[in-house]
């Protein structure tokens, strides 16, 4: 080979290896700028970092917790390459990608869709917003934290997220529910008039009937000045009505019934003296009845 053609090979090799270089340099090029990084879902922050000096101590959170709906894409917010990919007990499905100067983390994922040691340039889809792990109460949310690569320090990815443009994230704090106002209330409706001929309804008082001529009873009055006490009054008189006395016939009764007691005994004396008449006395020596006189009286006494 001339030395022409030598030349035209080698740079053919150079134009093609340009390129690459390129994208390498992009992809292992520092990012830990302030406003280098790019949102990762776009959503309201429902709560921010909050780290002191011990980075281990209980209450603290070491990211911010962007809102989003389950299965929604999650971008890369940096170049870089991954480091993990995959569950990690209360921070469920997560994955992990260094970015320069700082390792950015993505927790709580639905699912994954990267594996470790792969280049992902910004904005590459890692995953969907999901529940797994211990995300604790409230909506579901991707938690982003940030951390320097030599010290493992947390940072505020605040600090390095470019400006949203979307409406600016707010804190998540207690809602008050809308004051419900009363809704004024018409006047109530009229019951419509029963037509003519319609049944009363249940529990109405039914008028009574009264027969034609007979007197219409009025009002009951107490009267106005009581007098005394009444003395005692018979019942019988009370309730037999007034002016009228035993009939004639009664009186007949009553006094023949009267006079027939002392006519049977008169003359049942005198059928006995008769008798004796008859049987020439009625005693013996010694005083006592006869016999045949003392049979007649008893059989008459029977009768």
């Given at each position: 080979?001339d030395?022409a053609?030598?030349?035209?090979?080698?740079?053919?090799?150079?134009?093609?290896?340009v390129?690459?270089?390129?994208?390498?340099?992009?992809l292992?090029?520092?990012?830990?700028?302030?406003g280098?990084?790019?949102?990762?879902v776009?959503?309201?922050?429902?709560?921010?970092?909050?780290?002191?000096a011990?980075?281990?101590?209980?209450?603290?959170?070491?990211?911010?917790?962007?809102?989003a709906?389950?299965?929604?894409?999650v971008r890369?917010a940096?170049?870089?390459?991954v480091?993990?990919?995959g569950?990690?007990?209360?921070?469920?499905?997560?994955?992990s990608?260094?970015?320069?100067?700082h390792?950015a983390?993505?927790l709580?994922?639905?699912?994954?869709?990267?594996r470790?040691?792969?280049p992902?340039p910004p904005?590459t889809?890692?995953g969907?917003?999901?529940?797994?792990?211990?995300?604790?109460r409230?909506?579901?949310?991707?938690?982003?934290?940030?951390r320097?690569?030599?010290?493992g320090r947390?940072?505020d990815?605040?600090?390095?997220?470019?400006?949203s443009?979307?409406?600016?994230?707010?804190l998540?704090?207690?809602?008050?529910?809308?004051?419900?106002?009363?809704?004024p209330?018409g006047?109530?409706p009229?019951?419509?008039?029963?037509?003519?001929?319609?049944?009363?309804?249940?529990?109405?008082?039914?008028?009574?009937?009264?027969?034609?001529?007979a007197?219409?009873?009025?009002?009951?009055?107490?009267?106005?000045?009581?007098?005394?006490?009444?003395?005692?009054t018979?019942?019988?008189?009370?309730?037999s009505?007034p002016?009228r006395?035993?009939?004639?016939?009664?009186?007949?009764?009553?006094?023949?019934?009267?006079?027939?007691?002392?006519?049977?005994a008169?003359?049942?004396?005198?059928?006995?003296?008769?008798?004796?008449?008859?049987?020439?006395?009625?005693r013996?020596?010694d005083?006592?009845?006869?016999?045949?006189?003392?049979?007649?009286?008893?059989?008459?006494a029977?009768a």
């Amino acid at each position: 080979m001339d030395g022409a053609g030598a030349r035209s090979v080698v740079d053919m090799r150079t134009v093609l290896a340009v390129p690459g270089v390129a994208v390498l340099l992009l992809l292992l090029a520092p990012t830990g700028a302030a406003g280098a990084w790019r949102w990762p879902v776009e959503g309201e922050v429902v709560r921010e970092f909050a780290v002191g000096a011990d980075r281990f101590a209980p209450g603290q959170h070491r990211g911010i917790n962007v809102a989003a709906p389950v299965g929604t894409p999650v971008r890369a917010a940096c170049g870089g390459r991954v480091r993990f990919a995959g569950p990690v007990a209360d921070n469920g499905r997560t994955v992990s990608v260094v970015c320069g100067e700082h390792v950015a983390t993505y927790l709580h994922l639905e699912s994954i869709a990267v594996r470790r040691g792969q280049p992902v340039p910004p904005g590459t889809r890692l995953g969907t917003v999901g529940r797994t792990g211990r995300p604790g109460r409230g909506p579901a949310h991707l938690h982003l934290g940030a951390r320097e690569l030599s010290s493992g320090r947390y940072v505020d990815p605040r600090d390095l997220l470019a400006p949203s443009t979307s409406p600016p994230p707010v804190l998540a704090g207690p809602r008050t529910a809308p004051r419900l106002r009363p809704t004024p209330l018409g006047p109530a409706p009229r019951a419509a008039p029963s037509p003519r001929g319609a049944p009363a309804p249940v529990g109405a008082p039914v008028p009574a009937v009264v027969p034609r001529g007979a007197p219409v009873p009025g009002p009951l009055t107490a009267p106005a000045h009581p007098g005394p006490a009444t003395s005692f009054t018979d019942p019988l008189a009370a309730t037999s009505p007034p002016g009228r006395a035993l009939p004639l016939a009664a009186w007949a009764g009553l006094a023949l019934l009267a006079a027939g007691l002392p006519v049977g005994a008169l003359v049942r004396v005198r059928r006995r003296r008769q008798e004796e008449r008859a049987h020439g006395g009625c005693r013996c020596a010694d005083g006592s009845l006869r016999p045949e006189l003392a049979r007649s009286i008893r059989g008459h006494a029977r009768a």
